[in-house]
């Protein structure tokens, strides 16, 4: 658990980088794959991450710039990744900013439950993580090779001496 706001920013920037990796390999004819038919697109998913962030922080007390037009999801590939670029740059600043280490060990209510903040913004990283991870699966399903995030895709198997990975 984070006992520093940097403790956090250390591995928010870490995540966000990640993500933006994620993010940075979306084609604009990716954006419209489903999970299934009545399903959420790729573009949904990745615009919901992008724009739940300020809406997430605020709840918490935290003051950021929403995102304008967050209401409609870009055609744009690009758009989407520079706009989570900048959305959890300005997370990251409005953390640093409005809160102290000691404002970690604060409880509120977290969705029903009594939660420090320091658990909240576990939250949002984790968060962060389930929709990436749904993102790579689409991208896959869509014909894209997905970035590489806590290790690497099956493409890259063989620069460790595997052909094909096990299953």
């Not at 993010?23 to 004819?29: A, F, N, V």
């Not at 399903?39 to 615009?47: Q, Y």
Request: glycine share 6%; aromatic share 8%; charged share 25%.
């Amino acid at each position: 658990m984070y006992v520093t706001i940097s403790n956090f920013i250390e591995e928010w920037n870490k995540e966000a980088l990640l993500t933006q990796n994620v993010l940075d390999g979306l084609t604009d004819d990716s954006l419209k794959q489903q999970v299934y038919p009545e399903g959420r697109t790729l573009g949904r998913i990745a615009w919901h991450l992008t724009t739940c962030m300020p809406e997430y922080l605020a709840e918490f007390g935290l003051k950021m710039e929403e995102v304008k037009n967050a209401e409609n999801i870009p055609i744009s590939a690009k758009e989407i990744a520079e706009t989570f670029k900048n959305v959890s740059s300005n997370a990251a600043k409005a953390i640093e900013q409005q809160w102290k280490d000691e404002t970690l060990n604060e409880v509120q209510i977290a969705f029903g439950r009594k939660e420090t903040n320091a658990q909240i913004l576990m939250g949002l990283i984790k968060h962060t993580i389930h929709h990436r991870g749904q993102m790579t699966v689409l991208m896959r399903q869509a014909g894209l090779k997905p970035f590489g995030v806590y290790g690497p895709p099956k493409e890259e198997w063989v620069h460790f001496g595997v052909e094909n990975p096990p299953l």
